[in-house]
């Protein structure tokens, strides 16, 4: 039962810095000796000390003989930061209890035999699921090379993403969008497509809560209609990334000298290539994407099968024939893809629901 406590506030406090460690996964960590926490702390971002190093820190020569608490496996190579390990064999530990390996080539595995080696008593899995919960994004990002991607929307009862007309302003409560802040807070970028952008002119940034980072700002824009005083274009507190098949290189300067990144991709199907975007995303660092829409920009993720997560939010209207998902392929039933309900939150009377790949 120790365990488990001093597991779950390691747990709280890498979920405190949940959307800010990217590339790196969010850790936390404790160090205990006789029944007490004697040392904590979590990873604060992409360069800094891991969870582990900040911890050991705080704890000083009480670490020798106690028990270490950690999230994730400790690292055993060089990367923005020394390895985990070796800070944890100098302590003089005692015990390190892990929730789970580390997907990552360069740890897996290792971190466990490493400490052994020197003596450790290691022992891996305690609320394993909650901890690959938490780093989902980061254990996709790592496999699969690609940013994990999280699709979300608003509809009526009846199915609507909009009116025919497109507007959608608003089919949820406040808090409802509220929540959807929540969701931006933890991804690395937010990508929409351009009839989104000029029909609604969005913001994309976090403005719910006071925050310590702005998602990056992904249009994906075939023809770089995007207008040069749209608010993505002029609002410089977060970075905007056009993707587009266009060479209006004349264009492409004004943006550029306005701050914006324009990215020239291959296209597919009259529209861009999802698949080569995603790769450049992988690239840029992007771990976390939120996809946001429109209609025909989820539509096209959908039937790609790039998702791994969707938050659908419905709202206590009905609309009848407007915007909605469009045809993603499927012609019998049993070819639909099948989902598993995660999570239900509720917000008055809206309703949101997370589902995930099966």
């Known amino acids: 039962m120790e365990d488990l406590r001093f597991m779950k506030r390691a747990l709280e406090l890498a979920y405190s810095r949940k959307g800010l460690t990217h590339p790196n996964p969010t850790v936390g960590c404790v160090i205990v000796k006789d029944g007490q926490i004697v040392g904590e702390g979590y990873h604060e971002m992409a360069g800094m000390p891991h969870a582990e190093v900040v911890a050991l820190e705080k704890a000083g020569e009480r670490a020798k003989g106690a028990t270490l608490y950690v999230t994730l496996e400790p690292c055993t190579h060089y990367g ?5 390990t070796d800070a944890i064999i100098r302590a003089g530990l005692k015990r390190v209890v892990i929730a789970t390996l580390d997907p990552n080539p360069l740890v897996s595995g290792k971190g466990v035999e490493r400490l052994r080696k020197a003596g ?63 969701l931006r807070a933890e991804a690395t970028a937010v990508l929409v497509g351009i009839n989104t952008l000029l029909r609604d002119n969005p913001r ?63 296209a597919k199907d009259k529209s861009l290539d999802l698949r080569e975007v995603l790769r450049e995303l992988y690239f840029l660092e992007v771990m976390h994407l939120l996809v946001e829409g429109g209609a025909i920009t989820l539509t096209s993720f959908i039937k790609e099968g790039l998702f791994d997560r969707l938050w659908v939010f419905l709202g206590p209207i009905l609309i009848g024939e407007g915007k909605r998902i469009g045809d993603i392929g499927v012609e019998l039933l049993r070819d639909a893809p099948r989902l598993k309900l995660r999570d239900v939150k509720t917000f008055g009377d809206d309703v949101a629901l997370e589902y995930i790949r099966s």
Request: one cysteine or more.
């Open 204 to 266: 994309l940034t976090i403005r719910a809560f006071e925050w310590e980072r702005q998602p990056i700002r992904i249009v994906l824009d075939p023809q770089l209609k995007i207008p040069e005083e749209c608010h993505l274009v002029e609002d410089h507190s977060a970075q905007t990334l056009v993707f587009t098949t266009s060479e209006n290189k004349e264009k492409v300067k004004r943006l550029e000298d306005k701050g914006v990144k324009v990215i020239l991709a291959p």
């Open 80 to 84: 923005r930061t020394p390895p985990c």
């Open 120 to 182: 450790i008593e290691v022992e891996v899995g305690l609320l394993e699921e909650e901890a690959k919960r938490l780093n989902e994004d980061f254990f996709v990002y790592i496999t699969q090379k690609r940013p994990y991607i999280t699709l979300k929307w608003a509809q009526s009862i009846d199915g609507s993403l909009a009116l025919k007309t497109g507007e959608s302003q608003w089919i949820t409560s406040q808090q409802a969008r509220n929540f959807a802040h929540r």
